[in-house]
């Protein structure tokens, strides 16, 4: 059974400052999403991630993929408060048309 | 373009009840999908449809039915709603297999 890890859980930091989250899974895939949700809302797809050593990078966010390592990070340089999200990552397991979720990283950006 | 739309938004039952949730999307999308995320969770698929003609079940299919009408459109019956299916349910959809996934607006139901 595929299993998605992600932490921090809650993040809480300072405008202007650096960060990454992390998303482990436990069995090889070779593509990985990265998802963001406002409160009360939808997701909305940031990053596709299709191969081992993929970067994607928009704005104050990159994405990277390490297959062999079974880790993403989602890095974010100097937050801004509008980043203010839950950010969730979904790994492709490759069979049928399942995603599976991480359980989501709530970031506050304080002023 | 609306993209994935659901209806209703908000839905209240009471325990026992039935009752279907819609999704269309007007993409061409071959491939649609259910999913329910609880409080502080990641979403979890319910049922998938990679085809017109064709449904799967997800990680959580118990107490759940769907019907893909149509290429457009996706439903999702709960025949008799129980307290634990109190969550939002999120409709998806996707170009094709592995193809990256559009999600609705979502669909708060409460069962009381």
């Known amino acids: 059974e595929l299993k998605v890890e992600q932490n921090p859980l809650f993040l809480s930091m300072q405008e202007g400052k650096n960060y990454t989250i992390y998303c482990n899974y436990s069995?090889?895939?070779?593509?990985l999403y990265w998802y963001r949700q406002d409160p009360g809302k939808s997701l909305e797809s940031l990053f596709v991630?299709?191969?081992?050593?993929a970067v994607k990078q928009e704005g104050r966010l990159m994405a990277s993929l390490d297959t062999k390592a079974r880790l993403s990070t989602l890095h974010i340089t100097a937050a801004v408060h509008d980043l203010s999200a839950t950010y969730f990552c979904?790994?492709?397991?490759?069979?049928?048309?399942?995603?599976?979720f991480g359980g989501g990283t709530r970031l506050m950006v304080k002023p | 373009n609306a993209g994935v739309t659901q209806t209703p938004k908000f839905q209240v039952l009471k325990t026992g009840q039935s009752m279907t949730l819609q999704c269309a999307q007007d993409?061409?999308?071959?491939?649609m999908y259910w999913y329910r995320q609880d409080p502080g969770m990641g979403l979890r698929l319910i049922y998938y449809?990679?085809?017109?003609?064709?449904?799967d079940k997800g990680e959580v299919p118990n107490g759940y039915n769907v019907s893909r009408l149509n290429k457009r459109e996706f439903s999702l019956r709960l025949e008799s709603a129980a307290p634990s299916q109190t969550s939002v349910y999120f409709c998806?959809?996707?170009?094709?297999?592995?193809?990256?996934?559009?999600f609705g607006p979502g669909t708060r139901l409460t069962v009381t």
């Open positions: 993409m061409n999308h071959n491939s």
């Open positions: 449809s990679a085809s017109e003609g064709t449904t």
């Open positions: 991630l299709l191969s081992n050593g």
């Open positions: 069995t090889t895939s070779d593509r």
């Open positions: 979904a790994v492709d397991k490759g069979a049928g048309n399942m995603l599976t």
């Open positions: 998806a959809s996707s170009l094709g297999h592995r193809r990256e996934q559009y």
